[in-house]
């Protein structure tokens, strides 16, 4: 989801458009209750993606897909969700593999922390597991990070691409995920970065 045609200036050609493709999912409602209902959680999903674009974050993915891993083996195939941005980070001047290096500087000791020579130049790979503090009628459900950190060749910027997702269980095929779209990542000009996310 690119955020700019999600968070359109008002009274723009992109909140036109942004109105012209929303507006079959009105129409579709049964009642103007539901048609509300939908109505709040957009506006609330376009202020959450705000507060990503206030941090940097320029595209955003959603991700729900069957669990087709060991099907065999009792788990239920149930759905598994994923969140994936990049975002862009000003840094000082530097080297790119010093760039990379203090990127991961100050994690928590248990994150697990690669470092990598990609096409694209020097990454540095994190993973980190949260699990939330008790809150009342909330599941502690634990959730896994997965982060990539390119420098950019003009030494003053850093890509994060962040990978998110509860299926702990999946790690591995989720890391693997993360790494091949690092590997198909290249920087083709002074402001662009171009990624095969699909």
Known sequence: MPLDALLPAPDSPAADSLCTVLAPFLKAAPDETVRQRFIGQFTQGQRLLGVLRETGTVHCSIGLHRDDVDEGAGTGGGPLLSFFTVSWRTTAVAPRAVTAARAVSGLDARAV???AELPCGPVTFTETVHTPDAVEGLPRTPLIQFRAHLPH????RLAVFTLSTTAVGRR???RAILHRIAMMTSFEGPGSLRTATR
């Open 113 to 115: 922390i690669e470092y």
């Open 153 to 156: 060749p003009d030494c003053r």
């Open 172 to 174: 591995e095929q989720y």
